[in-house]
């Protein structure tokens, strides 16, 4: 059994009640792969954070769920972001009263969440209940512990999957008045929410951001996709490579298979190709990182980015064109460590480190890479002095 802690809040402000607590009160002992621990926080900008960060520490979980009450929202609101800012409209339960205050100056502005949130909003919707994924979690204390909570995962758990639901006043507490959910049904959301993360993979989600030892199983997987990926290709693809840290033994990295397809251009068939099989395409990832010496090309780094299918194991698919500097570069980095296991082991020992003394995960490949490419001018002179090809 996987562990979970969920929390909810005591009531604030002039709520008699805290639903969030309420529900999370009413939730079974275990729900799907994972046994619950529930935690109740207060309002308090200062000691909810302590509290929560307290259980991480003595359970050592793989799920974290915050709960709060937000009073004008008549659905389930799964929180997609936290920001870097505390600006109260009331006093918490202890009378502060931040206004415009950064929460960490060393941390980034926001973090997304690292819960299913689409997922969980399907299921609670298709249950019947109410549901929606929210851009704001507030400027008050529900944000507040979201923010840090993240801002814990990306630094210290990155295996732990993390976030915040809001969920709205019952009807009790207006008098049946005004609009509400009734707590047995917040209750059934949040069941939902846990059950979602169990048939989610916590393990696939939490190694991404985890250098890990080489696993000889690697190369096989890759044959598997690789296998699928040639069928739904077709002639489009003119050859698919492993590559990346994953393919070169004995090299330690993240647990995410690299995958090369080149193909003679980027067609809006092979895009057509690529989305009936699953994958997306990232509207950002449109370049490779260029190394310093060769910037006055940029269009010769240009490629495309598909994440996995949902459910898939993760891996990250770069589909780049025959003869560009950015097809060669990955080939010739891979089969120069595969032929200098030294070279590797000092690479492996890099990303370790890097990994683990950055304080924020999303700067890793901005240091990493021109790293890589100390190694890739080494790779290159091997590379004519043996006359290489890519096979
Ligand atoms: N809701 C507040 C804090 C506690 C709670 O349940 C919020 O949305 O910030």
């Given at each position: ?49 302590g ?47 931040p ?13 997304f969440?690292c ?65 509400g ?6 209750t ?124 898939q ?11 560009r ?14 032929a ?11 990303k ?40």
């Open positions: 059994m996987s562990i979970a802690i969920i929390t909810g809040f005591e009531p604030f402000a002039d709520c008699g009640v805290n639903p969030s607590w309420l529900a999370v009160s009413a939730l079974p002992a275990s729900v799907g792969s994972f046994t619950l621990t529930r935690l109740l926080l207060p309002v308090s900008f200062e000691k909810a954070f509290r929560l960060e307290e259980a991480i520490v003595a359970c050592q979980p793989d799920l974290v769920i915050c709960t709060g009450l937000a009073t004008r929202r008549d659905s389930i609101s799964i929180e997609r972001i936290a920001i870097n800012i505390d600006d109260a409209r009331i006093p918490d339960n202890e009378g502060y009263h206004i415009e205050r950064r929460i960490d100056y060393s941390a980034p502005d926001a973090y969440s819960l299913p949130v689409r997922a969980i909003c399907e299921k609670i919707s298709e249950a019947g209940l109410p549901a929606a994924i929210s851009d704001s979690a507030g400027t008050y204390v529900c944000n507040h512990v979201m923010f840090r909570l993240l801002h814990l995962i990306a630094n210290r758990y990155p295996k732990i999957l993390g976030g915040f639901i809001h969920v709205p006043a019952t009807p009790e507490m207006s008098g049946n008045k005004g609009p959910m009734p707590l047995a049904d917040i059934r959301a949040l069941q939902l929410a846990v059950e979602v993360c169990s048939d989610h993979s916590t393990h696939w989600q939490g190694s991404k951001r985890r250098i890990v030892e080489y696993n000889p199983g690697w190369p096989g997987e890759f044959t598997e996709i690789a296998t699928q990926l040639h069928s739904g290709l077709g002639n489009l693809a003119l050859r698919i490579d492993h590559i990346g840290s994953t393919s070169v033994p004995e090299l330690a990295a993240k647990d995410v298979i690299d995958i090369q397809i080149t193909v003679s251009e980027l067609s809006d068939q092979l895009l057509a190709a690529m989305t009936a099989m699953g994958y997306t395409r990232s509207e950002i990832a449109t370049s490779d990182h260029i190394p310093a010496c060769m910037s006055d090309k940029p269009h010769e780094w240009q490629k495309w980015f598909f994440k996995a299918p949902p459910g194991r993760p891996t990250n698919t770069h589909v780049r064109i025959a003869g500097a950015n097809q060669r570069y990955p080939l010739l980095f891979r089969d120069f460590l595969r200098h296991p030294n070279y590797a082991k000092s690479y492996g020992e890099l370790k480190r890097l990994a683990a003394n950055l304080a924020n995960s999303r700067t890793y490949p901005d240091v990493k890479d021109p790293a890589v490419d100390l190694i890739y001018h080494a790779a290159e002179n091997w590379a004519a002095r043996i006359c290489w090809q890519s096979e």
